[in-house]
């Protein structure tokens, strides 16, 4: 397993695809891990992924869960984590 400044590193080939729909057009579609930005908050409200829509341009926002988390990071999606300020 590579490592990048002292923390390793999963090499996730491109080929890892994620089902997607979006609730405009209604259209589905597969994104790839590049597509897909996660962003990990300090509650469910917080916690969400968001793609754009090949099909018709629009920026989707979906809610994450544990298990969707857990599977866009094991995919190679970026994460974002957000913290509060004290």
């Known amino acids: ?5 002292g923390v390793p590193t999963v090499v996730v080939p491109e080929s890892v695809r994620f089902k997607a729909s979006c609730p405009d057009c209604r259209e589905r579609f597969e994104l790839s891990a590049g597509a897909i930005r996660l962003a990990v908050g300090a509650s469910r409200r917080t916690t969400f992924y968001s793609f754009t829509c090949p099909a018709c341009g629009t920026a989707v926002r979906k809610p994450a869960g544990e298990r969707i988390v857990e599977l866009l990071t094991v995919g190679g999606v970026r994460t974002l984590r957000l913290h509060t300020s004290l």
């Open 1 to 5: 397993m590579p490592v990048v400044s």
